[in-house]
């Protein structure tokens, strides 16, 4: 028999709404022409994917012009960094927050490896920036600053628009990894002065394999996949149309379910949080409280390895992450947990849930019910000096 699935991992990916689904294929089964052909069977296609741009455009309150559709998240953060660089072949500075996204940390160290200079920003205990310290650090020669809107790992939220202004002030171009707050926040591209923007839908219930760069009318932009002039020039390759659409049809989703982020989402979270804290000793919560993701929450368990937590959640049917990246084998701390000050067992022994519109209380209080149970076992079998988190 499947066994019944607990999921708490909603910042790695989310389910793909059965609204999406629907939406998406017919561009699989009929309308499988290329939006770029010179027939009617093209054009029509071409047609919806217009449509998923207003819709994509809306979630961000952004000019359908200004969205360029890429295959990922990861795909936009590189891109809106490349063309920063590109388009100012005099600069060669850029900066970007300690905590960011693996795919800005080491898009970063490549830059580094080639010939620029990077400065992350180091981030308080509490996962906030000191806005000072980015300030003295824009210099003449600097091309883009690049802080994210939310973590992914503590759901930390950063002041984007007091960030952008302090850009505009020194004319420096400022870009936003918005992957998780998408959905979760109200986001209005017109109102804040960010340049540029990412976005990956598969946060949003679509489909993995989407993902959108908002790009500030009169921001120069230079491609990063070159090719045909798809996206008006901006990204080539041919459109992945039921992707796009399955954008367009989460991105309405998202605009209707966003209250309910803020308001059962994070009740939910709540109590998640407030259960574990209180009935498991030696809990502390890794981050500050607000200003938050109302979504997740990330707790550092004493004298245990996340490891061992996620394993035997597992065998329960609960999907959690530790938010530690997994290199042959060895599962590195968490750079965001580091950078925060937390030493390494304390990364070590931490556990990241991330709850979503499909997750109900009855599965909040099954991860209530065992996680005690778990960390005790756990526990009873840890060498002492390794029980120890402050080493
Ligand atoms: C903050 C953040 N940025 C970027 C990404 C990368 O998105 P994608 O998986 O679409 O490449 C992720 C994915 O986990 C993320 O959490």
Redesign the pocket.
Known sequence: MKQQVYYFDN???TRVAPEVIDAMVPFLKEYWGNPSSAYQFGHQVAAHVDEARQKAAALINADPREIVFT???????NSAIHSALVTHPGKKHVIMSAV?????IKFGDFLQHHGYEVTYLPVESDGSLDLHVLEKSIRPDTAIVSI?W???ETGAIFPIEEIAAICRSKATLFHT?A??ACGKLKMDAQETAVDLL?L????LHAP????LLYVKRRVKYHPYVIGGSQERGRRGGTENVANIVAFGRAAELAMASIDDEKTRVRALRDKLENGILRNIPGTVRNGGKEPRLPNTTNIAFDGVEAEGILLLLDQAGVCASSGSACTSGSLDPSHVLLAMGCSAARARGSVRFSLGIYNTEAEVDYVLKHLPGIVEKLRANVPVEAANPQT
């Open positions: 910042n790695a990916t295959s990922c998240g990861t795909e936009s953060n960011e996204h693996s795919s800005n994210m939310a973590n992914n990894d992957v998780q990412s990956s839908a598969h946060k993995k394999g989407i993902g």
